[in-house]
């Protein structure tokens, strides 16, 4: 099961390739034919249902034409005690 804590880092990930996308305003289709990913995978990975493979996130880095660590760059959510 994943932990809130991690929900919450899956979330913002999401919300970081959903603006990406947006700023090149390409469609959710787009980025998914660009990096060869079922267009509906790509939804569940912007609103954080899934937590994403390594080789997809790299799939969407390329796509995107960013670096892999600019999909990371957001801050991680606080753990709690």
Request: charged letters at 30%.
């Amino acid at each position: 099961m994943i932990s809130i804590k991690d929900q919450q880092a899956i979330k913002l990930f999401g919300e970081s390739v959903r603006t990406k996308r947006l700023q090149r305003h390409w469609s959710q289709e787009e980025l998914a034919f660009k990096c060869k990913i079922d267009s509906r995978q790509i939804g569940r990975v912007e609103r954080g249902e899934v937590n994403t493979t390594v080789s997809s996130v790299f799939a969407i880095s390329r796509a995107l034409e960013v670096e892999v660590a600019d999909l990371f760059d957001f801050p991680l959510p606080q753990l709690s005690e």
